[in-house]
């Protein structure tokens, strides 16, 4: 198996943990918190998606999903068109509403121009330093293994807060 497969078969269990995780819910339940000062479902999943559109994005020096083909204004969220939710405060973290189809088609979208650059990725291409201001500089690989760790948490923490709505036991 080579690096590129190996990146395509983890992003692809992110998708489907973010599917399994917002999948018939209602944007009520989404937003929905296990206390006013954590994540919701729908704030997990577009801070997943948007630090993965982010990251890829500048790894590959292309424009980012979000902005490219319109999903800021298909989200009408009231932060600066770069946010990507670091920071957030419990009352931005509660500003995030969407339905479950308008989630799944950002990160679906997210995903499918993530595997169009793992295509044409080569093992050497793991190599290539995409950000300098850390140290040691973080190299192309090091980038897509930290997205995918970071998706994979919080795909998890939003698995976690369905099954608490799904018991009825969040606000």
Do not use: C
Not at 40 to 56: C, E, G, K, N, Y
Not at 119 to 144: C, E, F, I, N, Q
């Amino acid at each position: 198996m080579k690096s590129a497969e190996l990146l395509t078969d983890a992003f692809a269990r992110v998708q489907e943990a973010v599917h399994q995780a917002v999948e018939g819910l209602s944007e009520k339940e989404l937003v929905a918190r296990v206390d006013s000062g954590s994540n919701s479902i729908a704030w997990l999943v577009w801070h997943l998606t948007r630090i993965q559109d982010d990251h890829v994005a500048d790894a590959f020096g292309t424009e980012q999903v979000w902005t490219s083909e319109g999903w800021s204004g298909r989200f009408g969220l009231p932060f600066p068109e770069g946010a990507t939710g670091f920071g957030h405060t419990a009352k931005q973290v509660a500003a995030v509403h969407a339905p479950a189809d308008l989630l799944l088609d950002y990160y679906d979208a997210v995903h499918a121009r993530t595997l169009v650059h793992l295509a044409t990725l080569s093992d050497a291409d793991l190599d290539r330093v995409v950000d300098t201001r850390w140290t040691p500089h973080v190299t192309l690989g090091v980038r897509l293994v930290s997205v995918i760790a970071e998706d994979n948490q919080h795909a998890g923490q939003a698995a976690y807060v369905r099954g608490v709505v799904e018991r009825g036991e969040a606000l």
